[in-house]
């Protein structure tokens, strides 16, 4: 669990990625994708925040950025580990490499991000070598240590992808993602792709590691369900802004924003009795090249007043180290679960 009381392991101000649009024969660009658009929160070591919304949010390219997979259009990510400040956004040559050994991603498919021609002892050790922390056999020892702590053998490092099943893919890309002891872990969307028998193996995974390695996560998923059991706090992306951030606990029975009830409203029911309460928002996401004047949620909003046409809402404070961006947060009571 994280400690409020010290300054955030990483920090991220006001950060925008905008991905340009070209038209025409002469490919002129004619406008921006605003994919991630003035975000801003904090990371406690030790914590997971789980980052959640619907496909096209912008999640992924917030976590590819703090990664320093892509490289933000503008605004701040700071990261503090091992008594060093760094600025992410800023950082090249020598400084990239080895903030990367302190930041890693694990990815969606556990089909397509790992090499096919690469046995496991070569996919979980090439971030050992590529960052000169170990080869040999010091190397064969430290991938044969990460892959017993989760869950495979040690008859199976000679052996390629092809002959593991899709829960095993995914324990070697956590495997890759932990080798180099990192502070941050980007998990995205990690057990998706999977049958949910084998998600409850690696979520639990997951949370085992955090504990053993004072791990910090970023938890991306479109499944509610999924960031609720992993999660201290979480963190709700619409159309490129972050709408909510807050408590788990608080955030599920008492949201703040017209989007997060939407969201709430749309997770299965167990109970027979509430089967047939699920809802699901009207309308479709704007159009990142081309959005509204005010709120983004705004066309699918049933609150929505003549302000928020007008004026786009900033993410405040609203108790309960709560955070919302939405004019009528106040005076809305909206049903959680």
């Given amino acids: 669990m994280a400690n409020h009381t010290q300054e955030p392991l990483l920090e991220v101000r006001d950060l925008k990625k905008w991905f340009p649009v070209s038209k025409g024969f002469l490919q002129r660009q004619t406008g921006f994708v605003k994919a991630v658009d003035g975000v801003n929160l904090d990371v406690q070591a030790g914590e997971t925040l789980g980052i959640v919304g619907e496909s096209g949010s912008g999640k992924t390219t917030l976590g590819r950025c703090i990664t320093r997979l892509y ?27 080895a903030f990367r050994k302190r930041a890693q991603t694990i990815f969606q498919d556990p089909y397509s991000s790992l090499n096919p021609r690469m046995t496991v002892l070569q996919t979980v050790g090439e971030p050992l070598l590529v960052n000169n922390v170990a080869k040999g056999k010091e190397l064969e020892d430290r991938v044969t240590e990460i892959i017993l702590q989760v869950g495979l053998r040690v008859e199976h490092l000679q ?70 059991y992993v999660s201290d706090r979480i963190a709700v992306m619409y159309a490129g802004k972050l709408v909510e951030l807050g408590p788990k606990q608080e955030l599920l029975s008492h949201p703040k924003h017209p989007y997060t009830e939407a969201l709430l409203a749309a997770v299965p029911k ?25 709120c983004v949620f705004v066309s699918r909003c049933k609150y929505a007043a003549e302000i928020c046409q007008e004026q786009a809402p900033v993410l405040r404070p609203l108790g309960s180290d709560s955070f919302v961006s939405c004019h009528l947060a106040e005076s809305l009571t909206l049903q959680g679960i």
């Fill in 71 to 97: 490289m933000p259009t503008g605004g701040k990510i700071i990261m503090r580990a091992d008594g060093e400040t760094m600025d992410v956004s800023a950082l090249k040559g020598k400084e990239l490499s």
């Fill in 159 to 228: 052996r390629y992808p092809h002959s593991f099943s899709g829960g095993q893919r995914q324990r070697i890309g956590i495997a890759r993602a932990m080798v180099l002891n990192p502070k941050l872990v980007v998990a995205d969307e990690p057990v998706s792709a999977l049958d949910v028998s084998i998600q409850a193996q690696i979520l639990n995974l997951l949370l085992d590691l955090q504990q053993k390695y004072q791990l910090t996560y970023l938890f991306i998923s479109h499944a509610m369900s999924v960031v609720r």
């Fill in 270 to 294: 167990t109970s027979q009795r509430k089967r047939g309460m699920r809802l699901v928002s009207a309308g479709e996401p704007p159009d990142l090249a081309n959005l509204p004047k005010g």
